[in-house]
């Protein structure tokens, strides 16, 4: 089975703080994933790794890096923590080839005081 | 109008009952389609990808329509365990690493 691991379940942290949220998968998967999962709006893109030290903006990326340095972990960093950024933090993997399913870790759950 | 659009429900069904959920998607040339289920503060976990001709799963069957833009998905024979959200997933063309989520459709099978 895929497994995806987030290094966290909860944190709270407080504004101005920077964040670090770790992810591991061990699929060996090319392309990885940071999303956050606010109520009504579903889940938005924030950073998407191709390949290690690879990486593209998704659809809400300002407020927030990423870092993979190796192709197991993809790491998200909240620069300068605000409480908007307040959510739900998902990280996926999927293989680079093939149907293209993703797999989630648990979560992080953040909240920005 | 949205991507990808899914009615949130909830639907509150009987234990025993069929109950059908659409999501309809805006991109025509979208290639991959998925549900996912979601219990509540958990992750997504992957019901079944949607093939052109249909798809079934024990209770769940799977269906994709092109012509009209939407995924269905039937769930017979409702379990309590079916109790949760499930997101509808479109991916767009090939090569891209674009997935649209719905926001959800909940359900909630009754004793």
């Known amino acids: 089975d895929v497994k995806v691991t987030q290094s966290s379940r909860y944190l709270v942290k407080r504004t101005g703080e920077k964040v670090f949220l770790e992810c591991v998968q061990d699929?060996?998967?090319?392309?990885m994933f940071w999303y956050r999962q606010d109520p009504g709006l579903g889940l938005r893109l924030i950073y998407f790794?191709?390949?290690?030290?690879?990486?593209e903006k998704g659809d809400i990326p300002e407020g927030y890096s990423v870092s993979r340095e190796k192709k197991e972990r993809f790491s998200l960093i909240l620069e300068s923590a605000s409480t908007n950024q307040t959510s739900m933090y998902l990280c996926?993997?999927?293989?680079?080839?093939?149907?293209?399913?993703?797999?989630f870790g648990a979560g992080t759950r953040l909240s920005v005081l | 109008r949205k991507e990808v659009e899914q009615d949130p429900g909830p639907f509150n069904v009987p234990e025993g009952a069929t109950v059908a959920f659409n999501c309809t998607y805006s991109?025509?040339?979208?290639?991959?389609f998925f549900w996912y289920r979601q219990d509540c503060r958990k992750e997504p976990k992957l019901l079944m990808s949607?093939?052109?001709s249909g798809n079934e799963d024990g209770r769940f069957t799977a269906q994709l329509n092109r012509a009209s833009q939407y995924i269905s998905l039937l769930i017979r024979d409702s379990k309590l365990s079916d109790s949760a959200t499930y997101l509808c997933?479109?991916?767009?063309?090939?090569?891209?690493?674009?997935?649209?989520f719905g926001t959800g459709t909940r359900l909630k099978v009754l004793a």
């Open positions: 996926a993997s999927r293989s680079g080839t093939g149907i293209y399913i993703q797999y």
């Open positions: 699929m060996d998967h090319e392309n």
């Open positions: 790794s191709y390949d290690v030290k690879m990486k």
């Open positions: 991109n025509s040339a979208s290639q991959s």
């Open positions: 949607v093939y052109s």
């Open positions: 997933v479109v991916k767009g063309t090939s090569g891209t690493y674009k997935y649209i």
